[in-house]
């Protein structure tokens, strides 16, 4: 299985844990207030009228649209034309997803769309999106159709359907704003379990700020679905001596949908 993910069987390594992102805010600069000078008597001076406050203009952003009750093609458009955060502002396309079109055994949901997603309007698309392909093939799953007319058997998608600028974080407010999206799908595709690939997606998903190395090896839950935490494609590629434990990820899920 784990030559199909193009593993070698690294050397013994200290076990480390990812990172944690950099959380530093600026600090607020109190301001200074110069001291009054001695009050002088003197005659009362007239106030001009206060002018009427100007009206702010209207925001750009639109209100979330309404996602209950709209099928697959429907959910598609209005993930296409999308204005419910800023996100929308600087979006070249907005990535839905692929993968199976009714039922899925595995929902896979991704840290926010790259540049290549965000170029593609598809979900891992390159290098990194093959090595997925690997990976579950590996676990019996397929985001694809298969040599012999099987259907695929998971769905792929981003826990936010835009780009964020410069690749950082999504801001909770835009977490929130695609929050009725992956509803809608979950609802669509009735999927047995949710596979989150990278810190960003395993850390809504399990609501629990740890990093990656601490929400690995044990199965969450997420609206009453179990949640294997594992490492995002594009880190293994950089990393290749972690995907044995990519691979220890991918048999937990199996035996979660097992025993469940």
């Known amino acids: 299985m784990l030559a199909e993910m193009g593993f070698r069987l690294p050397a013994v390594r200290a076990a480390g844990s990812v ?23 003197r ?25 209950a009750g709209l099928d697959a093609p429907a959910l598609r458009d209005a ?6 955060c800023g996100l929308c502002e600087q979006r070249r396309n907005a990535v ?9 055994d595995w929902l896979i949901v991704t840290d926010p769309p790259d540049d290549a997603d965000d170029a593609a309007g598809d979900a891992l698309t390159g290098d990194a999106g093959r090595l997925l392909d690997r990976m579950l093939l590996a ?3 397929s985001r694809v159709a298969g040599k012999n007319g099987e259907a695929p058997t998971a769905f792929v998608t981003p826990i936010i359907k835009c780009r964020p ?16 999206v992956l509803a809608r799908q979950v609802e669509l595709l009735r ?32 609206g009453g679905l179990p949640v294997v935490v594992t490492y995002h494609p594009a880190y293994l590629l950089r990393s290749p001596a972690d995907k044995a434990g990519a691979w220890d990820d991918l048999c937990l899920a199996r035996r979660t949908l097992t025993s469940s």
């Open 96 to 104: 839905y997803g692929n993968g199976a079109l009714q039922q899925a």
């Open 191 to 222: 999927p047995r379990l949710v596979l989150a690939l990278g810190l960003q997606a395993a850390r809504r998903l399990t609501g629990l700020a740890e990093p990656l190395g601490k929400l690995r090896g044990h199965a969450h839950s997420w």
């Open 43 to 67: 005659a009362p001076v007239a106030m001009p009228p206060l002018t009427a406050p100007v009206a702010a203009p209207a925001p750009r952003i639109a209100a979330p649209a309404g996602f």
């Open 165 to 180: 600028p410069r690749g950082r974080a999504p801001q909770p407010a835009e977490l929130d704003a695609c929050e009725a």
């Open 139 to 141: 676990a019996g799953q």
């Open 19 to 41: 990172a944690a992102e950099e959380v530093d805010a600026p600090a607020e600069v109190a301001a200074e207030h110069p001291v009054a000078p001695p009050a002088v008597a």
């Open 79 to 84: 993930v296409a034309g999308c204005r419910a």
